[in-house]
């Protein structure tokens, strides 16, 4: 279940950020957006290792995850093989 501030919605101009299929966006310094402990408190917005390492410099995020970049796949993947035992 997602709490009511999982979503942001908003402009998305400013600091170039990839996306996982390999695209970018534009995030702006003073848009809301959510940043560093902030957005990993969000269920919603929290892609834990799989934020690039564009992403994790443009939203504060760097020192706050791991140092690997892992895909959601490759998490989900962890995961199932920690299920099965």
Do not use: Y
């Amino acid at each position: 279940m997602r709490g009511r501030g999982d979503k942001w919605r908003g402009p998305v101009v400013g600091v170039m950020v990839g996306t996982s299929c390999g695209g970018s966006v534009r995030i702006p310094e003073q848009s809301g957006v959510p940043r560093g402990k902030d957005l990993l408190a969000r269920s919603g917005l929290n892609k834990d290792a799989a934020f690039t390492d564009d992403e994790r410099g443009a939203l504060a995020l760097r020192g706050l995850l791991p140092w690997r970049v892992a895909s959601i796949e490759e998490q989900v993947s962890v995961e199932l093989e920690h299920l099965g035992r």
